[in-house]
């Protein structure tokens, strides 16, 4: 059963208190917080299990190696792999979007071929392809809106053609919330030949990821997103392209046999796992997915969208606030909006001061966007399963004020 109130137990940060008033949390989409049930996990991981994995025959090593790859499994259910061995444990999104540049764009491009983007997305799944483009000769290509802020998705298939070789597109923007179809252009990218790449880093804490129901080739996301500790992020690859895949970060654990003048490498997934990784990480994700299990996805993904529509409807009509704000049956759990005549910088500054309301100000690693709404910056309320219709109110109320703090 989905009780917010019951929900918000779980959550220590709201035990925070600022000038007598709680804070309201409204950054979720810059990073999630951590429910007590996870941050205990990862306090008896290191105060009970503490070893390195794989690579002692004791106890606490076996115990390590134990929570490590159960941690694999657990993710491995969660997003509906074929194999655990799908499933490779990396810092976040953007190492895992950057090992999937390195490794297999660059082996696998060449001058003119075409990797196909959104302006959406985020310099993660952004900047590695301009450094394949550089390197191959690739061309990188954008796809782009609509006029309501919308997803192109007639010019996105436009834009598939016999050069296409990479289609690598966000499945919720962090600017607009648009929950995207991963499936429809996985399937348009397929029918042309072409991999198709998913960054689920804003889709997989609101929404049900199946990489088999999608049929993506790639798939990344990073766990504090979804209430796990910084630090750990997953790269889901279908099994027979990873093994053709010449891993980039060279080390220690990662390897079969090593010579004086050459090496070879361990089989799939721990020849992109090079070096100690972050084993409390991995536990404090399993946890997240743990606690996530406890509730239906579809009940979470309608409560913040809820929240955000109520949002919206509170601030729409506020004068001179710009709201980019895609069609509701298309939003998921964000709103972006500028006041015309403030800069954001002061308007998330007075709200925070105001009613200790947090919200994001800034381009969002989403500069090219930016640029083609012809904006330099803007604001960005998140939303969570754990904020409340109250907090909302609030966020609204203190927004309505900024004007009169600015004397406008």
């Given amino acids: 059963m989905f009780n917010v109130d019951e929900i918000r137990k779980d959550f220590p940060y709201l035990d925070i208190r600022r000038n007598g008033k709680p804070i309201v949390y409204l950054d979720n989409a810059a990073t999630s917080q951590k429910p007590s049930q996870v941050l205990d996990s990862v306090y008896n991981f290191y105060r009970t299990n503490t070893a390195n994995p794989h690579r002692g025959g004791h106890f606490l090593g076996l115990k390590a190696t134990e929570a490590y790859e159960s941690a694999r499994e657990e993710i491995a259910k969660f997003i509906n792999a074929n194999k655990t061995e799908e499933i490779i444990f990396t810092r976040s999104s953007t190492e895992a979007l950057n090992e999937i540049a390195y490794s ?7 001058k003119d071929d075409e990797i196909l983007i959104s302006i959406l997305e985020h310099h993660a799944n952004l900047i590695p392809w301009q450094r394949v483009c550089e390197k191959t000769g690739a061309k990188l290509i954008f796809s782009y809106l609509n006029d309501d802020y919308s ?3 007639e010019d996105l298939k436009s834009k598939i053609n016999d050069k296409t070789k990479i289609v690598s597109i966000t499945g919720a923007s962090n600017i607009t919330g648009e929950v995207i179809n991963l499936k429809l252009i996985a399937k348009w990218a397929h029918e042309n030949g072409s991999i198709f790449i998913a960054d689920a880093a804003q889709l997989i804490g609101h929404h049900k990821v199946d990489v088999k129901d999608i049929d993506c080739d790639f798939l990344v996301f990073s766990g504090h997103k979804m ?9 889901y690859g279908k099994k027979d392209i990873l093994d053709k895949m010449i891993p980039f970060n060279l080390g220690g654990e990662m390897i079969e046999y090593v010579y004086e003048q050459k090496s070879s490498f361990a089989e799939v997934p721990l020849r992109f796992e090079a070096g100690t990784q ?7 994700l399993k946890s997240a997915i743990d606690y996530l299990n406890k509730f239906n996805s579809d009940d979470i993904s309608s409560y913040e969208r809820k929240l955000t529509e109520y949002a919206y409807d509170l601030v729409k009509d506020y004068p001179n606030l710009q709201l980019y704000y895609p069609p509701k049956e298309k939003a998921g759990n964000i709103l972006t909006f500028n006041y015309t005549d403030i800069h954001p910088h002061d308007v998330s500054t007075i709200i925070d001061s105001l009613s200790n309301v947090a919200v994001r100000s800034g381009h969002h690693c989403v500069m090219p966007l930016h640029t083609y709404w012809n904006v330099s910056s803007t604001c960005r309320a998140s939303f969570s399963f754990y904020n409340t219709k109250e907090e909302v109110e609030i966020f609204a109320k203190s927004l309505k004020e900024v004007r009169k703090v600015m004397g406008l």
């Fill in 104 to 110: 297999y764009g660059n082996s696998n491009l060449k």
């Fill in 151 to 153: 997803l192109n998705y």
């Fill in 227 to 235: 209430l796990s500790p910084f630090g750990i992020g997953v790269l």
């Fill in 278 to 284: 972050n084993i409390g990480g991995a536990v404090g």
